[in-house]
């Protein structure tokens, strides 16, 4: 059988400069590498964390002006943290805690294009 490998996941961003500014702060993620085109109609910004192969991909659209319809927002991107009572102190003093869920040890941030990106302790 093929075997595949995963290699990153893709998110369209209104503001390219905030979401980059986010994920820095609120998870370390770094720019790995970029595309832009010579007619500027879009940009490609891979982030990684140094740690694992897996990179998020921020897509950002010349043309597009309107936030992205994130329908029921269903989806979501997990991240796991070392010190998960540091992280979780710098999340709600950036106010960008959106789900909490004690019981299981887990919650949830908002990028600043809605998207929800869970954070999970080391266990």
Not at 25 to 38: H, K, M, S
Not at 47 to 66: F, K
Not at 115 to 123: C, F, H, I, S
């Amino acid at each position: 059988m093929t075997k595949f490998r995963f290699v990153h996941n893709n998110i369209n961003v209104l503001d390219l400069k905030k979401s980059m500014e986010f994920y820095r702060e609120a998870l370390g993620l770094e720019e790995v590498r970029r595309i832009e085109p010579e007619d500027g109609s879009f940009i490609i910004v891979y982030l990684g964390d140094g740690l694992s192969g897996h990179q998020l991909e921020l897509t950002w659209l010349r043309d597009w002006e309107r936030p992205y319809n994130l329908g029921d927002n269903e989806f979501h991107l997990a991240f796991r943290t070392d010190n998960y009572e540091e992280a979780y102190k710098k999340h709600r003093e950036m106010n960008c805690i959106c789900y909490e869920n004690p019981k299981m040890g887990i919650y949830f941030i908002n990028d600043p294009d809605g998207y929800w990106l869970e954070v999970l302790p080391t266990r």
